[in-house]
Structure formats: C-alpha cells, structure tokens
C-alpha cells in the first residue's frame, strides 16, 4: 500500500502561522528581561504566540507522520522523533522539538507552574528552531516532489 498524499495546503497553512507567530515573537525577544517578565500583559502575549507556533508545528508533525510513516505518535514529542528516526528532520533538531512539544503541553496544561525564566530563554534562544523545522521540513517535501516526478516521468515504481 502507497503512502498517502501530503496536504500541501496544510502545510503551508501552518507554516504561515508559525512565521507570523515568530514575527510576534522576535518583536517582544528585543524587549529587556526584567521588563518582559514583570509585565503580565507581554509574558502573556509570548506564551500565546509560542502555543501557536508549536501546536502549529505539532500539526505539521502530526500529517506528516500520518502520511508518510503510516506510524501513531504516543504523544506530542513522540511525533517529532517519529519525524527524525525517518529522516523527515534531523535527529537533533527532532530532540530539540520533542523538548519543545513537551513545553507546550505545560504552557497548555499546567500554565500555573511554569517559570517564567524558561519562557524568556526560549524566546531568546529556541526561535530559529521552529524556522530550521520549516526548512528542513520543506526540503524533504521538496525532495519528495522531485522524486516522484521522476518516477512518474520515467514510469518506475
């Protein structure tokens, strides 16, 4: 049985709301740490925009590891290394992401109990990886497309 086919609307769909949240987010990464955590307001706003950019992520995650791996992720972070063992991404940024889907599940579930510090640093530090997923999942994409146009080309299976 085939691999099924890749919803590129999807994909592009959630791609553009992870740019748009991480132009959100590069904004309020300029401001001075002391004033972001101490102003409820902006930390909000950062937690919000970092929940749609990786449940947004996760989405992706989850098509693509439906559609190509035909495997079911056992949990959010599951997906990412679903994602990295089949070469979609690299195994390093598939752990980093994993990490990443776990953080989202407390700012979701448990936003009570996050530290705040954790936050700012991600902000800070942990942008360019969504940015790397977007490329790294685009270019297998793309590598996908130029494969099957030769085999449909060439009419080999």
Not at 47 to 59: D, H, M, P, S, V
Not at 126 to 145: G, R, W
């Amino acid at each position: 049985m085939g691999k099924l086919q890749i919803n590129e609307d999807l994909v592009r769909e959630k791609f553009t709301d992870i740019s748009q949240a991480l132009f959100l987010l590069k904004n309020y990464a300029g401001i001075e740490k002391t004033k972001l955590l101490n102003d409820s307001t902006l930390l909000s706003a950062v937690k919000y925009q970092l929940i749609i950019a990786l449940e947004a992520a996760q989405n992706i995650c989850n098509h693509l590891a439906a559609r190509l791996t035909r495997r079911s992720p056992a949990s959010y972070a599951d997906c990412f290394r679903i994602l990295g063992e089949e070469n979609i991404i690299t195994e390093d940024l598939s752990i980093i992401l994993a990490s990443m889907a776990k953080f989202r599940n407390l700012l979701v579930h448990q936003y009570g109990k996050i530290d705040d510090n954790i936050v700012y640093s991600i902000l800070k530090n942990s942008l360019t990886d969504l940015e790397k997923y977007m490329q790294e999942v685009s270019a297998f994409l793309a590598s996908t497309a130029r494969t099957e146009h030769k085999i449909n080309e060439h009419g080999k299976v």
